[in-house]
């Protein structure tokens, strides 16, 4: 137990450094932020999002309605590969580590399923929101 924690500690540790490293070594000041490019691809990304938005706001028409669209389209599209990483946590623990110990397969099952439920839900959750918004709202 202790070195389990130890390890996770250590880990934490080198990518917290790792990534204040990087950010000290990439560090500008504000000048150069607004001259570069990189500030305009902010600009660029912002403006993408908030046509979409209106996009959406447009197609359901009304605001709180086309939020609500615009919300569960972005998370139908990032849980899938968060949910197939959860799945693949789960079978590691199911057919890797559980091999031996009947508790870590079950709970390895118990991921699985909870992750595939994950999954159906914000799959299918926009199509719902889109037909009873778009189909019986009249």
């Given at each position: 137990?202790?070195k389990k924690v130890s390890i996770i500690a250590i880990i ?91 508790d870590v397969r079950d709970r390895g099952f118990m991921l ?27």
């Open positions: 137990m202790i934490s540790i080198i990518l917290f450094a790792s990534m204040s490293i990087y950010s000290l070594s990439y560090a500008v000041t504000g000048e150069e932020v607004l001259n570069s490019t990189q500030a305009t691809e902010l600009v660029e990304i912002k403006e993408s999002t908030r046509n979409n938005l209106n996009e959406y706001i447009e197609k359901y028409g009304s605001t709180p309605y086309g939020v609500a669209a615009y919300i569960l389209n972005i998370v139908r599209i990032y849980s899938i590969p968060l949910c197939f990483v959860g799945i693949a946590i789960g079978s590691i623990y199911q057919y890797v580590l559980g091999i031996r110990k009947l699985i399923i909870t992750f595939v439920t994950i999954l159906l839900i914000c799959q299918v959750l926009p199509l719902i929101f889109a037909v009873v918004v778009n189909g019986w709202r009249g």
